[in-house]
């Protein structure tokens, strides 16, 4: 099992374009979520997914849209950048909500300019 | 609102130590409490989980407490070793709506040769 995939690793964006990150997962997990790491904070939830088709805000939804069209896949798109949008984003999936443990992707690092 | 911290950004400790890292936690009463391990440029990785039935757990050289009376949780690494150098972070059982885990800002630490 490859776990937790996501592309790209790294990428630049200058404000106001747009741009998806991509997340897949080959465990059948149910559970996936999205969250953004910036210096001296927490991982921070961005929007989650209980299965396919169902979708929900975090505590910092602004500016991200999501969609769970397949268990696999559970793309983060920005819809225009903006710096503030700098950060690295992980990916994460369990095999149900609720179920305690996570399984992470390696990240994006994300610059915004 | 819920509220988790760690007690330090950053611990160095000299190698066979055991090395002590604390998280706590207020407005709040989890079900179960998570440490996860997060090396530079990769995502987090599952340590371990205990339950808030539970005072004690235990893996190999690593040891979690959970005193829900102090809202606390110990993480330690006995004899620790150069390569347990990492940042670990604390999550909580979010209990509500918006997903699952509510995460520290993590203590990076480092274990000298």
């Known amino acids: 099992n490859a776990g937790v995939t996501q592309t790209p690793k790294f990428q630049v964006l200058k404000t106001g374009q747009s741009m998806t990150l991509q997340c897949a997962q080959d465990?059948?997990?149910?559970?996936m979520s999205w969250y953004r790491q910036d210096p001296g904070m927490g991982l921070r939830l961005i929007h989650y997914?209980?299965?396919?088709?169902?979708?929900d805000q975090g505590e910092v939804p602004n500016g991200y849209n999501v969609s769970r069209s397949t268990t696999e896949d559970f793309p983060l798109r920005l819809l225009s950048a903006a710096p503030s949008q700098t950060s690295v984003y992980f990916c994460a999936s369990s095999v149900e909500f609720r179920s305690p443990r996570q399984y992470f992707g390696p990240g994006t690092r994300l610059t915004v300019t | 609102s819920q509220k988790i911290e760690q007690n330090s950004e950053a611990l160095n400790i000299q190698e066979g130590k055991t090395a002590t890292l604390t998280c706590n936690y207020t407005?709040?009463?989890?079900?179960?409490l998570q440490w996860y391990r997060q090396d530079p440029g990769r995502g987090p990785v599952f340590l371990l989980l205990i339950r808030e039935n539970e005072k004690e757990k235990r893996k190999e050289r690593l040891k979690v407490t959970f005193d829900t009376t102090l809202k606390q949780s110990l993480f330690h690494i006995t004899a620790s070793q150069p390569a347990d150098s990492a940042t670990y972070l604390c999550?909580?059982?979010?209990?509500?709506?918006?997903?699952?885990?509510?995460f520290g800002k993590g203590t990076k630490l480092s274990v000298k040769p």
């Open positions: 465990m059948n997990h149910e559970y």
């Open positions: 999550a909580l059982d979010h209990g509500g709506s918006q997903g699952n885990l509510i």
């Open positions: 997914s209980v299965g396919a088709g169902i979708t």
């Open positions: 407005n709040y009463s989890p079900a179960y």
